[in-house]
């Protein structure tokens, strides 16, 4: 993943989260990584848990989704994370796959007993989840293994992430990227807060990205305008598979979309410049500039009726009009010449 990083100065890293879109089947899993890398992402990312480590398997009534806003709303947690799980057999398949497609593939562990299982299969980074931003043994855990962390924002106060960034730099993180996120699925661009990107790689002194829950790519274009050197993003090979990330994933032709839009964001950024740039040079023609609009014979004193400003941009520049009225032409000049100082006798 350093190396990945190192690759993307000029183009955005692009993430494919896997999630739950598999629906249960390992195979699909697999098409999705490889509709991933046909769409152009640089990486695809799992998510690494069980049920039994993310809650209970009680009925308790803090333990079922009551908000009528969530997709989820009605489900209990244990049944929605059983449901939306990747088995732990799985991952190194598709790691392997996506290695071989030339993708990145590493995952995000929701305790200890994950981040264990990860280390023992070669995982070359990790992510913090936005609801896991504020548990600072699996921070601790993470930073541990040395390698790369991505930590998703959502939710989090300031002094949380300041706690949380500094216990990850003091457990041996040596390269963290925060990723601006809102915890909300779908998310709306109005609650994305781009502008949160520049000063957290300011005030955090590191990288910066976005995980992306909206439905479109605009918070992803205005975050690579800020800074973002990564953007995540569910995906799917069809919203109309269904499952728990389905309503808020893109589809192949959208990943494709995100690659090109994001890499052309980043392109344009360019550097603070003024002037003309060299595939302006064509162009330069079409600026005005002043030409006599009438024949004129040697002597002859230049007044409106004989010069104005036009296109092309071969002759003086238009600042000098004023200046090149009431002067004497010291040669005969057809209408349609470029006026030129030469051209010019004393004042």
């Known amino acids: 993943m350093v190396d990945l990083f190192s690759k993307h100065k000029s183009t955005p890293l692009i993430i494919a989260e896997l999630s ?64 939306a799980h990747t088995p732990w057999d799985w991952h190194l398949p598709i790691v392997n796959r996506a290695n ?21 299969i070669g995982m070359p980074a990790y992510k913090i989840a936005s ?11 993470v930073a541990k293994t040395g390698k790369p962390i991505l930590m998703s924002t959502g939710m989090a106060t300031l002094e949380e992430l300041e706690l949380s960034v500094r216990v990850a730099r003091e457990n041996g993180c040596k390269e963290l990227v925060l990723l601006k996120c809102t915890s909300s699925y ?22 910066v990205g976005l995980s992306d829950h909206t439905l479109g790519l605009g918070a992803a274009v205005a975050a690579v305008a800020h800074g973002a050197i990564l953007i995540e993003k569910h995906f799917t090979l069809s919203r109309k598979d ?21 890499r052309q964001a980043q392109q344009a950024l360019g ?20 030409y006599l609009v009438k024949d004129i014979e040697a002597g002859s004193i230049l007044d409106k009726k004989s010069v104005r400003c036009i296109r092309p ?14 002067r004497k032409i010291n040669c005969s000049a057809k209408r ?12």
Request: hydrophobic content about 35%.
């Open 131 to 141: 609801f896991e931003n504020t548990d600072l043994e699996l921070i601790k855990s």
């Open 242 to 262: 269904g499952g728990v990330d389905a309503q808020f994933s893109l589809e192949p032709e959208q990943m494709r979309q995100l690659v090109e839009e994001t």
């Open 20 to 83: 739950a879109n598999h629906n249960g089947s390992l195979d699909k899993a697999l098409a999705i990584v490889e509709a991933a890398a046909n769409a152009g992402a640089h990486a695809v990312k799992l998510q690494t848990y069980t049920a039994d480590t993310m809650t209970l398997d009680v009925d308790l009534p803090e333990f079922l989704i009551e908000d009528e806003k969530s997709l989820w709303n009605g489900r209990k947690l244990y049944e929605l994370y059983q449901e």
């Open 186 to 207: 779908p998310a709306s661009p109005e609650d994305s807060h781009i502008l949160t990107l520049p000063d957290m790689r300011r005030r955090f002194g590191c990288q």
């Open 336 to 347: 349609g010449t470029p006026l030129s100082w030469d051209m010019l006798g004393a004042e």
């Open 271 to 290: 550097e603070v410049k003024y002037g003309s740039i060299d595939s302006e040079s064509g162009s330069l023609q079409f600026k005005r500039s002043i």
């Open 100 to 120: 071989e497609l030339g993708l990145s593939c590493f995952s995000t562990p929701f305790d200890h007993t994950a981040v264990d299982f990860l280390e023992s």
């Open 313 to 326: 941009g071969y002759g003086l520049a238009p600042k000098y009009l004023l200046d090149v009225l009431g």
